[in-house]
T-cell receptor, first 111, second 113 residues
Framework: EDQVTQSPEALRLQEGESSSLNCSYT??????LFWYRQDPGKGPEFLFT???AGEEKEKERLKATLTKKESFLHITAPKPEDSATYLC????????????FGSGTRLQVQP | SQTIHQWPATLVQPVGSPLSLECTVE??????LYWYRQAAGRGLQLLFY??????ISSEVPQNLSASRPQDRQFILSSKKLLLSDSGFYLC????????????FGPGTRLLVL
């Protein structure tokens, strides 16, 4: 069974204080690992898809990396508008088409 | 560009009442469609997915059902709601093929009293 564990559950940063969010996964053949951002009361917003170990993708202050067992979402010099819940999900090559999600990391960036 | 709609945005229903939530996608054809439920502070749980009209796969046996009467329309239903059906319901779509990135709708907040 595919599993995704995200840590920490919650993270409070000062504006400009860089940090990383962790996503550990177990999947029977990784088809893709996905990062989403979710604001309160809204649907998840797609950020990145990573397909193979060693791959990296960047978008503004966010950078996602992937190894064979985990992914990191690095946030550089965050701003208050980066406050949100960040969700990680995996999709396997075999079986069900849907994504298996972690419980998310709630990020709060204080000015 | 593609757009996904869900309605209603918020719903308060009594226990035992029926339910119908609707999801529609614009700007694409033959999408794969998904219904998820998100409990407070938890990850998304897949409920149903569909690869075409009339084709529904259920992931979790429960009080809910899904239908796909048209290519870009996905409906989540219940004949009698339970308290445990409360949650945030999200619809998502993918274009199929090699790239399976799922794009989510705005969600429906359901409170069963």
């Amino acid at each position: 069974e595919d599993q995704v564990t995200q840590s920490p559950e919650a993270l409070r940063l000062q504006e400009g204080e860089s940090s990383s969010l962790n996503c550990s996964y177990t999947v029977s053949g990784l088809r893709g690992l996905f990062w989403y951002r979710q604001d309160p009361g809204k649907g998840p917003e797609f950020l990145f898809t990573l397909y193979s170990a060693g791959e990296e993708k960047e978008k503004e202050r966010l950078k996602a990396t992937l190894t064979k067992k985990e992914s990191f979402l690095h946030i550089t010099a965050p701003k208050p508008e980066d406050s949100a819940t960040y969700l990680c999900a995996v999709q396997a090559w075999t079986g069900r088409r849907a994504l298996t999600f972690g419980s998310g990391t709630r990020l709060q960036v204080q000015p | 560009s593609q757009t996904i709609h869900q309605w209603p945005a918020t719903l308060v229903q009594p226990v035992g009442s029926p339910l119908s939530l609707e999801c529609t996608v614009e700007g694409t054809s033959n999408p794969n469609l998904y219904w998820y439920r998100q409990a407070a502070g938890r990850g998304l749980q897949l409920l149903f997915y569909s690869v075409g009209i009339g084709q529904i796969s259920s992931e979790v046996p429960q009080n809910l059902s899904a239908s796909r009467p048209q290519d870009r329309q996905f409906i989540l239903s219940s004949k009698k709601l339970l308290l445990s059906d409360s949650g945030f319901y999200l619809c998502a779509w993918t274009g199929g093929g090699a790239i399976e990135t799922q794009y989510f709708g705005p969600g429906t907040r359901l409170l069963v009293l």
